[in-house]
């Protein structure tokens, strides 16, 4: 079993749609949570950190459950520029800042 | 400021040919890391450094060297290349700390014949 895991997708919506990402970690240990996005070809680039109390930003709303090992990423009125893959990352610690990554959700957003 | 660097962008070797990548960063950073990201996977670590001077194995480390000379720049060496090395090559950089993430370079496409 991986250790992040994520429905890898793809996930096709139309413009103004709400999607919701799921991601789930096997580590009780993990310390940071994040969501990044990547551009096909590109780098991974942060999108968002994610804390137990949830957070926002614009259209994007990210959840911790640690009782359940569960992050979410929910977007709200998609845009076409929302199309990329999300990854789900998490912060294992360790004395060097290790990170895991999911392998990540696609999202293909139409008009 | 031009954050994370890498060089070359593309290469293509033959089997058994070697070849250094260079990553360089400007942001003052302490740890530095090279992953590589292969269709359908999450990024693996291939090493990873702590500070100048510096290195340790991540989870993919055979087949691949690095060197930490100066705290700015983290050199990625293949000695002898093989196909299975195919990959997209990132790497990384960031503060100390649990909650600090990892700021990712453009990445490095390389393909072995």
């Known amino acids: 079993r991986k250790e992040v895991e994520q429905d890898p997708g793809p996930f096709n919506v139309p413009e103004g749609a709400t999607v919701a990402f799921n991601c789930t970690y096997s580590?009780?240990?993990?310390?940071?949570f994040f969501w990044y996005r990547q551009d096909c070809r590109k780098e991974p680039k942060l999108l968002m950190s994610v804390y137990s109390s949830g957070n926002e930003d614009g259209r994007f709303t990210a959840q911790l459950n640690r009782a359940s090992q569960y992050i979410s990423l929910l977007i709200r009125d998609s845009k076409l520029s929302d199309s990329a893959t999300y990854l789900c990352v998490v912060n294992r610690g360790g004395g060097y800042n290790k990170l895991i990554f999911g392998a990540g959700t696609r999202l293909a957003v139409h008009p | 400021n031009a954050g994370v660097t890498q060089t070359p962008k593309f290469r293509v070797l033959k089997t058994g040919q070697s070849m250094t990548l260079l990553c360089a960063q400007d942001m003052n950073h302490e740890y530095m890391y090279w992953y590589r990201q292969d269709p359908g996977m999450g990024l693996r670590l291939i090493h990873y450094?702590?500070?100048?001077?510096?290195?340790a194995k991540g989870e993919v480390p055979d087949g691949y060297n690095v060197s930490r000379l100066k705290k700015q720049n983290f050199l990625l060496g293949l000695e002898s290349a093989a196909p299975s090395q195919t990959s997209v090559y990132f790497c990384a950089s960031s503060y100390p700390g649990s909650t600090d993430t990892q700021y990712f370079g453009p990445g490095t496409r390389l393909t072995v014949l």
């Open positions: 580590n009780s240990a993990s310390q940071s």
């Open positions: 450094s702590v500070g100048e001077g510096t290195t």
